[in-house]
Structures are given as C-alpha cells and as structure tokens.
C-alpha cells in the first residue's frame, strides 16, 4: 500500500519563528489532508489539499502531486501552535493513510 | 450540529470483557471509519464503511467488529479485550473516502 513519511519528526520553536513541515508519500494520490492534534488530543482538519496551494490566515500548504510531496508552512509560531501535525493520504483504495507525524513545540 | 459524537470518552476494561464503542454523526455522511491511535504510531484504520450496509477492513482490524445498519451510527465492538488493544479509538466521517474528514474527540481505553 501507500507509504507516507513525515519530516522532522521533532520541531522545537520559539514564538514568532517560522517553519516548514515536509509529508512524502510514495504513489500517486486522490486526497491528501493536514490535521493538528491539539495537546488535549482533538484532530483538526486543517487543508484538504490533493493539489496546489491554500491558505488559511498563518498557515498555508502546497501539495505538488507529481513530485509526491506536500509542505505545511506555520508562519509567525504561536505556543497555540504546538501539538502534533499529521499529513494524511489515499492512493487508489478507500483507505485514508497516515504518517506518524511531526510533533511541533513552541515555546514562549 | 454536534458533528461526530463518540462515547465513551473513557473506559477500563479486564482482558477477556467485551465492549462496544459509539460513534454518531449528524452531517448524513456516507463514509464513516474507525483508527486506533498508539504512541509513535501515528492512526492506523481499523475498519471503514462507504454507506449503510457496506463495511471493510482496514490496516488492523483483527479483534474488532463492525456494522451499519443506519447513515449515522457506526459502532465498533470488541467481543473479547485483550490488553494490545489499549489504545486511543477515533471515529471519523466525511461525505466520501475523497473528501475532508471529521473526526471525533476520541475514547481512550485500557485493558488490565
């Protein structure tokens, strides 16, 4: 099945700095989302976003489908940042595919 | 709305007990699906379901069963715990498996 991997898997910030969070999947796909999981464990759906780019206030995300990659930027960080990011995926099938993640601190 | 409604938010079982976790949504979704999230594991699907009537498995779904007999109820049931089953369950739904899915907030079980 499709692969998915997530990179870094670890981001330590201080507030106000930016960053790039990378998602490689291994296979051509329909559907690619960005969720945060928040401290107290809720998933967030943040893009669905099988192609192209989207933003949404601080943070935007490009999927470039051909090359299988997809980039979540987090601009101006805020501790409200922090939590785990994970990129999704589904190839050919039914089944969504997760990455393990990037768990993402920002500190104050 | 309530979106996607699970209950339990909590419990603890014994080895051996069996249970059955609820998951609601109120968006009349079609497609609806279960993950159990392990630490360092990111979500892995359990078992999901395109529409009333119509369930698969997914990556993990030994020791679990589903149905859905209703577009809106979708739960999973344990028949018989074991303690690899301790985990964090989510319910997910969306409008198709291509679409933005909605998650609930999450049971966390423990087997003893």
């Known amino acids: 099945g499709i692969q998915v991997e997530q990179s870094p898997p670890d981001l330590i910030l201080q507030e106000g700095a930016n960053s790039t969070l990378r998602c490689n999947f291994s296979?051509?796909?329909?559907?690619l989302q960005w969720f945060h999981q928040n401290p107290w464990g809720q998933l967030i759906n943040l893009f669905y976003?099988?192609?192209g780019t989207k933003q949404n206030g601080r943070l935007s995300a490009t999927t470039v489908a051909t090359e299988r990659y997809s980039l979540l930027y987090i601009s101006s960080s805020q501790t409200t940042d922090s939590g785990v990011y994970f990129c999704?995926?589904?190839?050919?099938?039914?089944?969504?595919?997760f990455g393990k993640g990037t768990k993402l601190t920002v500190n104050p | 709305n309530a979106g996607v409604t699970q209950t339990p938010k909590f419990q603890v079982l014994k080895t051996g007990q069996s249970m059955t976790l609820q998951c609601a949504q109120d968006?009349?979704?079609?497609?609806m699906s279960w993950y159990r999230q392990d630490p360092g594991m990111g979500l892995r699907l359990i078992h999901y379901?395109?529409?009333?009537?119509?369930?698969d498995q997914g990556e993990v779904p030994n020791g679990y069963n589903v149905s859905r007999s209703t577009t809106e109820d979708f739960p999973l049931r344990l028949l018989s715990a074991a303690p690899s089953q301790t985990s964090v369950y989510f319910c997910?739904?969306?409008?198709?498996?291509?679409?933005?899915?909605?998650f609930g907030d999450g049971t966390r079980l423990s087997i003893l």
């Open positions: 976003i099988p192609s």
């Open positions: 379901s395109v529409g009333a009537g119509i369930t």
């Open positions: 999704a995926v589904q190839g050919g099938s039914e089944k969504l595919v």
């Open positions: 968006m009349n979704h079609e497609y």
């Open positions: 296979d051509s796909v329909n559907n």
């Open positions: 997910a739904s969306s409008y198709g498996p291509n679409q933005p899915q909605h």
